[in-house]
T-cell receptor, first 113, second 112 residues
């Protein structure tokens, strides 16, 4: 089964609003990453947060990590139509030398004008 | 732009055929991955490698096989394609340590 579960599965908002996506995972991790996928394309890395970090910012992105709850959230502020895409969290487990990279189920974000 | 390439981009093939999906990267990355993506978008890890001559099965049981004879090349082979193999296949690579993954554009496989 997938390491990560994300919610909501789909989110529709108006341009200018904030979008929040959540990710929960099952096992202990080295780090957690967020990726974006435009329809039918490969994934693009957005941001990485290490297990000893609680919050990280990059431009309009804000990521939080709560290792006690095994959860993370991605906040996109002041959303734009171009942010329409699917968003995935991914985790590096502590086992296997951190070589596995497993993804969550994803959130489909639609930003309407 | 990531230097990781997948070919073919699209493939329609008949049941029972043997196929190889190619994945190459020019970044010298040690770790490489194959994912199968459902139409409903969930990504399933089917194979990964942490260096030459290392291959591991992922979380999703797959009838495919992989090889890693050269650092830059990680092909995936289906000996006998079936309609249930119809999916998008994504290849990724990354360097050692705590690093981001770079993805190819994917191969959309249809088995008829």
């Amino acid at each position: 089964s997938q390491q990560g579960e994300e919610d909501p599965q789909a989110l529709s908002i108006q341009e200018g609003e904030n979008a929040t996506m959540n990710c929960s995972y099952k096992t202990s991790i080295n780090n957690l990453q967020w990726y974006r996928q435009n329809s039918g394309r490969g994934l693009v890395h957005l941001i990485l947060i290490r297990s000893n970090e609680r919050e990280k910012h990059s431009g309009r992105l804000r990521v939080t990590l709560d290792t006690s709850k095994k959860s993370s959230s991605l906040l996109i502020t002041a959303s734009r139509a171009a942010d329409t895409a699917s968003y995935f969290c991914a985790t590096d487990g502590l086992t296997g030398g951190g070589n596995k990279l497993t993804f969550g189920t994803g959130t489909q974000l639609k930003v309407e004008l | 732009e990531a230097d990781i390439y997948q070919t073919p981009r699209y493939l329609v093939i008949g049941t029972g055929k043997k196929i190889t999906l190619e994945c190459s990267q020019t970044m010298g990355h040690d770790k490489m991955y194959w994912y199968q993506q459902d139409p409903g978008m969930e990504l399933h890890l089917i194979h990964y490698s942490y260096g030459v001559n290392s291959t591991e099965k992922g979380d999703l049981s797959s009838e495919s096989t992989v090889s890693r004879i050269r650092t830059e090349h990680f092909p995936l082979t289906l000996e006998s394609a079936r309609p249930s193999h119809t999916s998008q296949y994504l290849c990724a690579s990354r360097a050692l340590g705590v690093t981001e993954a770079f993805f190819g554009q994917g191969t959309r496989l249809t088995v008829v």
